[in-house]
């Protein structure tokens, strides 16, 4: 009977030198698995839930190598440290650190679906989670935002306790949570304070549920305080573009209207006159008599034709 306890007192020590930490990951991030001491001949094992043997990586020559389906995930990060990537559902389970024939330490991953929410200020927020309760007996049920408490209720006595921030504010599970195994969370007038990643634990602090919940919250805009300040035109900008082109326009028609004026006069000067003795022109224009219909005056005409 003495033996016996020895050999338990003996074994309890190498148990927890192989066992390491429960860690979990959300779909698609990644998280980085560490062992307790070095081997210049690590291997690391994904063991399935059929206990199944999946080699993850070797450490080789000062660097981990990946193996099979993990290539491309797999990323070095110390001698007793590796990365993993992209992390789906099936990567449940234990890792193993192997050294030989020895395991060195054992890490049990757990996978979460995470299912975004998004809700605008003010409205109420609904956290969706189901369970399976039918043959379970009841436990306290406590919901964490970023690790923090945001509602527990203790069974059977059915007392709650509230986080900071979330009194007086209707929080509550679906009355008929137990029989129906609806364990999602409802609370009212979301603030912007509320955004975060939310996880239903059904055994008080010890066993969380397989989704998470990330919550988006949008601000509601107030149309009354939404302003428009006056334009401004700076003292630089001197006169505007548009005032210029009316400017320019302005010139373009009196320069045109120039051009066909000059010419115009021309003419009418050259109607109006006449070769006269000695070379000379006299002008057809005159103030006294009234002039004909060509503008010329007819005593004029009446006066060149007399001799002198």
């Known amino acids: 009977m003495a033996r016996t306890g020895v050999l338990t007192l003996f074994a309890l020590p190498l148990v927890g030198l192989a066992l390491g930490e429960d860690i979990s990951a959300y779909l698609g991030d990644s998280v980085t698995l560490n062992a307790s001491e070095e081997c210049d001949k690590f291997i690391l094992i994904h063991r399935l839930t059929d206990d199944t043997p999946v080699t993850v990586a070797n450490y080789v020559d000062d660097v981990w190598k990946p193996h099979g389906s993990y290539g491309d995930r797999t990323e070095h990060r110390s001698s007793i440290s590796v990365r993993l990537t992209r992390i789906n559902y099936n990567d449940n389970g234990h890792f193993e650190f192997t050294c030989g024939s020895r395991v060195v330490t054992t890490i049990q991953l757990k996978v979460f679906e995470i299912f975004n929410i998004s809700v605008t200020e003010g409205e109420q927020v609904t956290l969706p989670y189901h369970f399976y309760t039918a043959d379970k007996p009841a436990k306290p049920i406590r919901w964490k935002k970023d ?20 009194k007086g504010r209707n929080v509550s599970l679906s009355p008929d949570w137990y029989s129906n195994g609806d364990l999602s969370l409802t609370f009212g007038r979301a ?76 003419w009418l000067k050259s109607r109006c006159s006449r070769p006269g003795p000695g070379g000379g022109r006299y002008s057809d224009v005159s103030t006294g008599p009234p002039t004909q219909a060509n503008g010329c005056s007819p005593s004029d005409n009446a006066q060149a034709e007399s001799p002198v």
């Open 147 to 166: 690790g923090e408490l945001v509602f527990e209720q203790q069974q059977p006595s059915g007392e709650i306790r509230y986080g900071t921030g979330f």
């Open 191 to 266: 603030q912007p304070e509320d955004e975060g990643v939310y996880i239903c634990y059904t055994d008080g602090q010890r066993t969380r549920g397989d989704r998470a919940v990330r919550v988006k919250i949008t601000t509601k805009r107030n149309p009354d305080q939404i302003t428009c300040a006056p334009q401004i035109v700076p003292p630089s900008q001197g006169v505007p573009q548009d005032n210029w082109a009316i400017v320019g326009k302005i010139a373009v028609g009196v320069f045109v209207a120039l051009i066909l004026l000059i010419p115009l006069g021309w």
